[in-house]
């Protein structure tokens, strides 16, 4: 039995949590390689990391979470305006909220204020994305 046919074909949230998690694995890991090891800004990396999870989200998402028949041509606008938003919405709260929230000392050990920024960021863009994508895209 494949995961298409355990869910019903209105769980869109949970098939849009499926392919983000498949989006969300490739971006962070991206993020955090271009972020630490290549040097990247915490813009550029952040940026090219969801330029990456993205690649194959539309296609993903067009086929498997909404089953949408929107034209390529249509939805790929629509797409790219909706990441983009909430790329710098989300991300842009992402670094308001670690850079606000106080970081008890045992905490540094494990995370820079800028990794809790991508993940908070993260969580941001998963909601207002879904939201974009439901709503104005598929």
């Known amino acids: 039995m494949s995961t298409a046919n ?3 074909p209105t769980d869109t949230f949970l098939r849009f949590l499926l392919v983000g998690i498949i989006n969300t694995v490739i971006g962070l890991s991206s993020m955090f390689l271009l ?10 990396a952040t940026f090219a990391g969801n330029s990456i999870g993205a690649g194959t989200s539309f296609f993903m ?5 909404f089953k949408s028949h929107i034209s ?11 990441i983009l ?15 606000t929230l106080p970081l008890p000392g045992w905490a540094a050990v494990f995370i820079t204020k800028e ?3 991508v993940f908070l960021g993260t969580g941001f863009y998963t909601i207002s994305n879904y939201l974009g994508q439901k709503l104005f895209v598929f």
């Not at 972020?35 to 550029?44: D, E, I, K, R, T």
């Not at 998402?61 to 979470?65: E, P, Q």
């Not at 938003?85 to 850079?99: E, K, R």
């Open 61 to 65: 998402n067009r086929a498997f979470t």
């Open 35 to 44: 972020l630490n090891f290549a040097g990247f800004s915490y813009w550029l």
């Open 85 to 99: 938003m909430c790329y710098v919405i989300s991300y842009s709260l992402g670094g308001l909220a670690a850079n």
């Open 6 to 8: 355990i869910l019903k």
């Open 72 to 82: 390529i041509g249509a939805g790929i606008p629509k797409f790219i305006a909706v």
């Open 115 to 117: 990794e809790l920024a």
